[in-house]
């Protein structure tokens, strides 16, 4: 198993430019999540999925959006960008409501 | 807010020492715990967990420690090795219906030769 996989690793947007941050997991988890943590500072959670076609918000949605069509995947979209939006992005997934298994991230800076 | 936090935000030891992480927490209501590691440039590595109905759990040179009285969760490494170095978090989880975990800010471990 790949586990949880993140593209893009590295990603310069200019402020106002939109693109979208991919998350797969071949897990066969229910849970999916997407976190931001800022340098220095602990995971805030964005939005969680507890399965397709489910989403909530977390601690920190605004300028984001997210969809859930399929058990696998997990796209956060970021419309436009700002840079309060740099940061080190990750996604998680979970079976149950317990341990979370995280992606590499996805470091992006907004200029 | 409730929320979870650190003691210490570095720690230094030397290779072989055994090292104590320490985690405060303030939701009663928490009922499961987890230790991750996350190495510079990585994401965060499940290293153990354990449940609000324990106060013991050992895995590979790890063990953590719950002491619900005073809401204090410890993470002990054996043998620190200069590979442990990395940022220490913490996370509970509410429980219930609740999937989110809520993060502590981390305890930066550098293991030195």
């Known amino acids: 198993n790949a586990g949880v996989t993140q593209t893009p690793k590295f990603r310069i947007l200019k402020i106002g430019q939109s693109m979208t941050l991919q998350c797969a997991q071949d897990?066969?988890?229910?849970?999916m999540y997407w976190y931001r943590q800022d340098p220095g500072m602990g995971l805030k959670l964005i939005y969680y999925?507890?399965?397709?076609?489910?989403?909530d918000k977390g601690e920190v949605p605004n300028g984001y959006n997210v969809s859930r069509s399929t058990t696998e995947d997990f796209p956060l979209r970021l419309e436009l960008a700002a840079p309060s939006q740099t940061s080190v992005y990750f996604c998680?997934?979970?079976?149950?409501?317990?341990?979370?298994?995280f992606g590499p991230g996805t470091r992006l800076t907004v200029l | 807010g409730e929320s979870v936090g650190l003691h210490l935000p570095t720690l230094s030891v030397q290779e072989g020492d055994n090292s104590i992480i320490n985690c405060a927490y303030s939701?009663?209501?928490?009922?499961?715990f987890i230790w991750y590691k996350q190495e510079s440039g990585k994401g965060p590595q499940f290293i153990i967990d354990?449940?609000?109905?324990?106060d013991k759990r050992q895995g590979q040179r790890v063990t953590v420690l719950l002491n619900k009285t005073v809401k204090h969760l410890s993470l002990q490494i054996a043998a620190t090795q200069p590979g442990d170095s990395a940022v220490y978090f913490c996370?509970?989880?509410?429980?219930?219906?609740?999937?989110?975990?809520?993060f502590g800010k981390g305890t930066l471990l550098t293991v030195n030769p």
């Open positions: 999925s507890v399965g397709a076609g489910i989403t």
């Open positions: 939701n009663s209501a928490s009922d499961y």
């Open positions: 354990i449940r609000s109905n324990m």
């Open positions: 897990m066969n988890h229910n849970y």
């Open positions: 996370a509970e989880n509410s429980g219930g219906s609740n999937y989110k975990l809520t």
């Open positions: 998680a997934s979970s079976l149950r409501a317990d341990t979370q298994y």
